[in-house]
């Protein structure tokens, strides 16, 4: 297919490419044109984007239910070109298991913050994924509530300064950072348990594996997927794009350690 293609860089904004050469990198079909909401280095946008290509490249568009979370994503439904359903603040797995249940033969996920998943939805998260519902579940951990003003989540880091704790997270008072998914892996029901990022191609690269394995084994009906994604929120952090990637490097990612953590046996 040779479309028409333009140069973006401003000083030659608007000229033809050669219509000889091939277009090999685009927008995929599963996302909407409307763009993204999200800050300038919001680590959302590019969890959206991976995670619809993985969907375009599987092949499964007309096969998939996504469930929209409350948060800083809230609105994933406007940008993602597939069926979708909102859920209150919390709900997303239990509205995901309810969607499964009836249809299950669609591949059905929920996409969830840190916030959403791990603090309001912690019992809704832990019972789905101990039941082993055959779903993948996406969680977005930025550390910290994004949307509502940057307070403290159950995954912020002690000495974390937010809103909410301005002198940083004191253990003693509020508790330790929580490792959801490394506590999910003790559950049976949890098939597969991966940590990623996004913030880095080589992450991109990982993240998108890690979900296609994840809609593999949905198609295998092996139980629940959970991926994480360790993600950057400047705006909530009160720091640059660039600022938030060696944040992430040198705080996040000590607490948060990439990788899988729970893999099926063979
Ligand atoms: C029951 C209920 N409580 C509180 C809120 C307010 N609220 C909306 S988004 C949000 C925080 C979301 O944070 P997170 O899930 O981490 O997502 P992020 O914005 O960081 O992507 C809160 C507390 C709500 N909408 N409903
Ligand atoms: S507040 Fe944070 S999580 Fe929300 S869109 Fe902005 S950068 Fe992203």
New binding site residues.
């Given amino acids: 297919m040779n479309e028409k293609l333009y140069l973006e860089d401003e000083e030659n904004l608007g000229t033809q490419v050669d219509e000889n050469y091939e277009q090999v990198y685009c927008r995929p079909d599963t996302l909407t044109d409307i763009p993204f909401h999200y800050c300038p280095g919001c680590g959302?946008s590019v969890v959206h984007r991976v995670l619809m290509e993985v969907i375009a490249e599987l092949g499964i568009q007309e096969e998939t239910i996504g469930i929209a979370?409350?948060?800083?994503?809230?609105f994933a439904y406007n940008y993602m070109n597939i069926d979708m359903q909102e859920a209150?603040?919390?709900r997303a797995s239990a509205v995901a298991t309810g969607v499964k249940r009836v249809l299950p033969d669609k591949y059905v996920f929920s996409y969830?913050?840190?916030?959403?998943?791990?603090?309001?939805g912690t019992a809704e998260t832990i019972h789905t994924v101990n039941r082993g519902e055959n779903i993948l579940m996406l969680f977005?951990n930025?550390g910290?509530?994004?949307?509502?003003g940057g307070?403290m989540?159950p995954t912020s880091l002690i000495g974390q300064v937010t809103s909410t704790s301005p002198y940083g997270r004191d253990a003693a008072q509020v508790g330790s950072p929580i490792k959801i998914a490394d506590m999910l892996c003790l559950l049976p029901g949890a098939y597969y348990v991966t940590r990623q990022i996004v913030h880095n191609p080589g992450g991109v690269r990982k993240l998108k594996k890690a979900l296609i394995k994840a809609f593999e084994y949905q198609k295998q009906k092996k139980g629940t997927c959970f991926v994480e994604v360790v993600s950057n929120?400047p705006s909530?952090w009160k720091m640059t794009p660039v600022e938030t990637i060696k944040y992430i490097e040198e705080q996040m990612l000590p607490m948060y350690p990439l990788g899988d953590l729970k893999v099926p046996k063979n």
Avoid: K
């Avoid at 979370?69 to 809230?74: M, Y």
């Avoid at 910290?144 to 509502?148: L, S």
């Fill in positions: 959302h979370p409350v948060g800083c994503s809230v209150a603040h919390g969830q913050g840190d916030g959403d998943l791990a603090a309001i977005i930025n910290i509530y994004g949307m509502t307070q989540a929120c909530g």
